[in-house]
């Protein structure tokens, strides 16, 4: 992860200014003093990258490149008109001046050489992209399975769900194809692609379109829910030095900020799947749950903004089954989104099939995309899966896996008699947990209710 592209210092200064509060004085002083810390932040990081090169767990040469074009880029922009700055704008001239002083004189350098020691990295990178043939390789893919899914799976075991998984959503897509008159799913997305507004061409079309989806299904959300949150998420694009590295995101908004659905805006867009990955990043999705987590009354603060660190699984497998419950409340359009949907659906339980492949059976960057162009993807979007897959072991994992918990809990809830929107409240009340203890919970409430 330090020389990784999905978390890593090219991306950080960035997220840092977006999150950071600077409506006071005192803040924006707070801000300035995170600024400050960064060069010792990027020394802390090469002193990592050199203990992995004289242990030899080191990351794979497409990660350390894609991190270092990261920097290169962040580096490339003049210090005036770096993201950085952003929460002084508010504030006073002297702040910005200082704000630009700390850049240049500091943060800046700091990066230069951060950015010497990723051009030394690079060439002793490891070729292959995963964990295998590391030093203690498989012993550290079964952590990262752990720690990211919260359950003791064996790989082999994952990989075999995958594939038996994968196949239900290819029958699922192969389905819906036929019934809209086509041989197969890549034929019927061509076919549907010729049709008036199928592919927006600007910036402005893509962001207006996953506006009015999030603006849709935050009035959808009564009677699925009986506890929402205080407000609609905002949507924001993607920053545009990013737009290679990153699609959709979201980010949990605070007291002071609310959270925002970020949208990669590059054109051409088709508008197939960005209906699902709406309701997935905005509601009934992330902005949906992590704004209840952080809006819970008395609720510990690493509880309410470290979703991820405890429940990732949680987390994106409610992502992925909001997709899902995203057609039972009505939220496609036509079963053109509806094909995005199970487009989507089968990536993440592609991910499943290939980041076991990656890390325990040591495929090829080849072996990964062709498997995710098998399941839908197209090439850009299967080469940079397969990269984040390489920089960040077993997060993948966590979608599908999540996915099947929630919804395995759902069907034993309703076998017991409850409501759908019971069982929502239900799960959303417990916030981010691992998923044996979300299991757990709803079994001693049961108990209770009978």
Not at 152 to 174: S, T
Not at 213 to 240: I, K, M, Y
Not at 290 to 309: C, D, I, K, N
Request: hydrophobic fraction near 40%; charge should be negative.
């Amino acid at each position: 992860m330090p020389i990784g592209h999905r978390y890593g210092p090219g991306l950080l200064l960035g997220a840092v200014a977006f999150q950071q509060p600077h409506g006071t004085a005192s803040q924006r002083a707070a801000y300035l003093r995170r600024l400050a810390a960064f060069p010792a932040y990027l020394e802390a990081l090469a002193a990592n990258a050199s203990d992995g090169l004289a242990t030899g767990v080191v990351a794979s040469r497409a990660v350390v490149a894609r991190t270092t074009g990261q920097v290169e880029r962040l580096l490339a922009t003049p210090v005036p008109d770096s993201p950085a700055l952003a929460p002084l704008t508010s504030g006073t001239d002297e702040e910005r001046s200082r704000g630009v002083e700390v850049l240049g004189q500091q943060v800046y350098p700091a990066y230069a050489r951060f950015l010497d020691v990723l051009r030394g990295y690079l060439p002793r990178a490891q070729e292959a992209l995963g964990l295998l043939k590391l030093p203690g390789g498989e012993e550290i893919y079964r952590s990262e399975i752990l720690g990211w899914t919260t359950l003791p799976l064996e790989p082999d075991v994952v990989h075999q769900l995958g594939r038996e998984q994968l196949q239900q959503v290819q029958d699922e897509r192969l389905a819906l194809a036929r019934r809209l008159g086509h041989a197969d799913p890549a034929e019927a997305i061509a076919a549907l692609q010729d049709r008036p507004g199928a592919r927006l061409g600007s910036r402005e079309e893509i962001l207006a379109l996953a506006r009015q989806q999030v603006a849709h299904s935050w009035d959808a959300l009564p009677g699925w829910f009986g506890r929402l949150p205080t407000r609609n998420c905002e949507v924001a694009p993607v920053d545009t030095a990013h737009e290679d590295d990153l699609a959709e995101y979201y980010v949990t908004g605070s007291a002071e900020r609310v959270g925002t659905y970020f949208v990669n805006t590059r054109p051409p867009r088709s508008v197939h799947d960005l209906a699902a990955t709406s309701f997935h990043e905005a509601n009934p999705g992330h902005h949906l749950q992590t704004t209840l987590e952080v809006e819970a009354p008395g609720r510990h603060a690493l509880r309410q903004h470290a979703a991820e660190l405890q429940g990732a699984a949680y987390v994106e497998g409610w992502g992925l089954y909001s997709e899902r419950l995203a057609d039972e409340m009505g939220l496609y359009a036509d079963d053109f989104e509806r094909l995005g949907m199970l487009d989507l659906q089968a990536l993440r339980t592609a991910r499943l099939v290939v980041d076991t492949g990656i890390h325990a059976y040591g495929w090829t960057r080849k072996q990964s995309i062709a498997t995710l162009l098998a399941s839908g993807c197209d090439e850009w979007l299967a080469a940079s899966e397969t990269d984040r897959y390489s920089a960040i072991p077993a997060q993948g994992l966590t979608y599908k896996l999540g996915q099947l918990e929630f919804e395995g809990l759902r069907k034993q809830w309703l076998a017991r008699g409850g409501g759908v929107s019971d069982f929502h409240d239900a799960v959303l009340a417990l916030g981010s947990l691992p998923l044996a203890t979300v299991r757990a919970e709803l079994e001693a409430e049961a108990e209770k209710a009978r």
